[in-house]
């Protein structure tokens, strides 16, 4: 005698139709059937959500965007010496200037680059000086500075824009001052030594005072100037 294969229906009649039944009803109008809803238009995920919409909505606001413009003119790694081995850290040399006569140099140290790079920036605009700038954002006069072994000497030059280099440049470039020539004197690659002697050189810039002019006494018979 033949066996007749097998059949759920066998077990207790035909499956119910449910969600996750391929062989149930999938009708508009089936227990089953699905719509559109949390999934969107189409039933796929994120189908009717817009452009540039995120799935949390706003999680954050948009940091206002800083006056001050920085440079990083050195970062290096550096280790200390601790009971099981060495610690390496980061340390970063950072210039903030916003081009309107605002400069400052400030250096960081951190475990992580980013977080150096914060330090050394906070640092910056807590030193920063402004400079004294002619009319056409030169310097009003020549002047030296030396620090530590850093010796530099910053020259007006109309017409010439801004001649530097190493680290002297960017300082001078975030300071807003252009139409200047400088020039590093000494054999130091100490970017930061240099950097700080061109600070050092701009803080001692002055502005010339105008002459003096006697004022005039009007008596009868014509005017006539103090003596």
């Avoid at 948009?62 to 200390?80: G, H, L, M, N, Y």
């Avoid at 992580?112 to 700038?133: C, F, G, H, N, Y």
Wanted: proline letters at 7%; a positive charge; aromatic letters at 4%.
């Amino acid at each position: 005698m033949d066996k007749k294969p097998f059949t759920s229906s066998q077990q207790g009649g035909a499956r119910r139709p449910g969600p996750w039944n391929n062989k149930g009803p999938r009708g508009a109008g089936a227990p089953g059937a699905r719509t559109g809803g949390p999934r969107g238009a189409g039933g796929r995920p994120g189908a009717g959500r817009k452009p540039g919409d995120s799935r949390g909505g706003k999680r954050g606001f948009d940091k206002p965007r800083s006056e001050f413009a920085q440079k990083i003119i050195d970062i290096r790694r550096v280790a200390r010496v601790v009971a099981g081995g060495r610690r390496f850290s980061f340390s970063v040399c950072v210039v903030v200037g916003d081009k309107k006569g605002r400069v400052g140099v400030g250096t960081g140290k951190a475990g992580d680059t980013s977080l150096a790079i914060e330090k050394a920036a906070t640092s910056a605009r807590k030193q920063m000086i402004t400079v004294r700038r002619t009319d056409t954002g030169s310097i009003p006069h020549e002047v030296k500075a030396k620090y530590s072994s850093a010796r530099v000497i910053l020259m007006p030059a109309p017409g010439r824009g801004l001649v530097a280099g190493s680290s002297v440049r960017p300082v001078l470039d975030l300071a807003g001052v252009t139409n200047v020539t400088a020039k590093l004197l000494s054999g130091t690659k100490n970017k930061l030594n240099n950097a700080r002697a061109a600070i050092k050189a701009l803080q001692m810039l002055s502005v010339p005072k105008k002459p003096y002019r006697a004022p005039e006494v009007v008596v009868e018979g014509g005017p006539f100037v103090a003596q």
